[in-house]
């Protein structure tokens, strides 16, 4: 959808004019403050320019993506690379982690301490505490059925991967989960027979590493798609993980139905006011039910009035007002809770709010920032 430009009109009033007086000059003067008072919120209101950092990368794409301040951004993708900036991204420091790897998942610390997660098989697990100029492999899972498709830590120490399902002995496909209790030095499946059950023709999508989440409070979530579309919440907290399987399942309104439909990214601004965003990747142009918002924990959704253009694999919360979205249909701002959204440049994969910071990073083809300096 086209952006609108912000119009003012004047009208000429074929009237007779008034006489010049004390009451003319009081509602000149306060046509002019109201004028004045309005015009900043109306400039805020403007759609923020995206300007790239870097066009030129060694990779073919990226789709792990970490803000953790408005300086220190890590990024991550095909060709098994890492990329790390402490500078805003004025300049990057590139690191082959590992030859032929996807790393669609990734959590940044800080500027020295990041983990990196590939999809596919093998599974690697891939974890730096030196700015990235060395790498340990503390998890690999050569299961030739393997693909993780998220990546999240609930504290310091507690952190947790989803991937697509796997069959049980009896046939019946569970969602995988690993997990780390001693800040990714090392990691361990959740047996099979505690892992949340999926439904036939049900999956993760490893889009932007936003499919799991956790909440304010530390508990963990992720957004299914697929034959079917719906959200687990994890009744764990980073003060209590739950080793069994202890979720609250609910269906979404999401389009879905084929293997390329469903959630693909979800974001809560508390523990309340959430998003989540995706449609069909394979008809990118699609606005039916792409976007749904709750204000009551996930409890109910509700479409937005004008939704964004198409499909969106990443989504991210700037203030209760405030949101960006992005997937290949392009990139999308929102300046009113999502009840309405507007095209504001190209797409890219990933996206995110600096976790400590006010700067919104993208991640794609290339690398770039939206509404900042």
């Not at 796997?166 to 997990?179: I, P, Y």
């Not at 697929?226 to 609910?250: A, E, M, P, Q």
């Not at 109910?300 to 991210?316: D, F, K």
Request: net charge positive; proline share 4%; with cysteine.
């Amino acid at each position: 959808m086209p952006i609108s430009s912000t119009r003012y009109h004047s009208n000429n009033y074929n009237t007779v004019q008034w006489p010049i007086s004390a009451t003319h000059n009081i509602c000149s003067c306060l046509f002019l403050f109201l004028f004045m008072w309005m015009l900043p919120a109306a400039k805020a209101q403007l759609p923020a320019p995206i300007r790239t950092l870097s066009a030129s990368l060694p990779v073919k794409s990226l789709r792990g993506l970490q803000a953790v301040t408005d300086d220190i951004v890590w990024v991550s993708g095909t060709q098994g690379m890492v990329g790390r900036t402490t500078n805003g991204g004025k300049s990057w420091q590139w690191s082959k982690v590992a030859d032929s790897a996807d790393f669609r998942s990734i959590y940044a610390f800080d500027s020295l301490k990041a983990v990196v997660l590939s999809i596919g098989s093998p599974a690697l697990l891939y974890m730096t505490t030196n700015g990235g100029r060395s790498w340990e492999n503390v998890y690999t899972n050569n299961d030739r059925d393997i693909f993780f498709d998220g990546l999240v830590f609930l504290s310091d120490k507690e952190g947790i991967a989803i991937g697509d399902p796997l069959k049980d002995k009896n046939g019946q496909e569970k969602f995988t989960v690993l997990r780390t209790h001693n800040g990714g030095a090392s990691w361990e499946l959740d047996p099979m027979e505690v892992r949340p059950a999926a439904q036939s023709g049900e999956a993760i999508f490893a889009a932007s590493n936003s499919s799991l989440i956790a909440l304010p409070n530390g508990q963990s979530l992720f957004v299914t798609g697929g034959t079917v579309s719906r959200i687990f919440f994890n009744k764990g907290t980073r003060n209590r993980v739950i080793r069994d399987n202890n979720y609250s399942v609910y269906p979404l309104p999401l389009i879905q139905g084929q293997n390329s439909t469903g959630a693909f990214s979800v974001a809560f601004l508390d523990q309340q006011n959430g998003i989540i965003v995706g449609g069909d990747y394979k008809n990118d142009t699609l606005r039916h039910r792409n976007c749904f918002i709750t204000s009551d924990g996930g409890k109910s959704w509700h479409a937005p009035a004008i939704p964004p253009s198409g499909y969106q694999s990443a989504v991210t919360w700037v203030n209760k007002s405030t949101l960006f979205a992005t997937g290949t249909s392009g990139t999308h701002v929102s300046y009113d809770g999502g009840k309405t959204w507007r095209k504001i440049g190209g797409g890219y994969n990933a996206i995110m709010k600096a976790r400590n910071g006010k700067r919104v990073y993208l991640a794609g083809k290339e690398i770039a920032v939206v509404n900042g300096e």
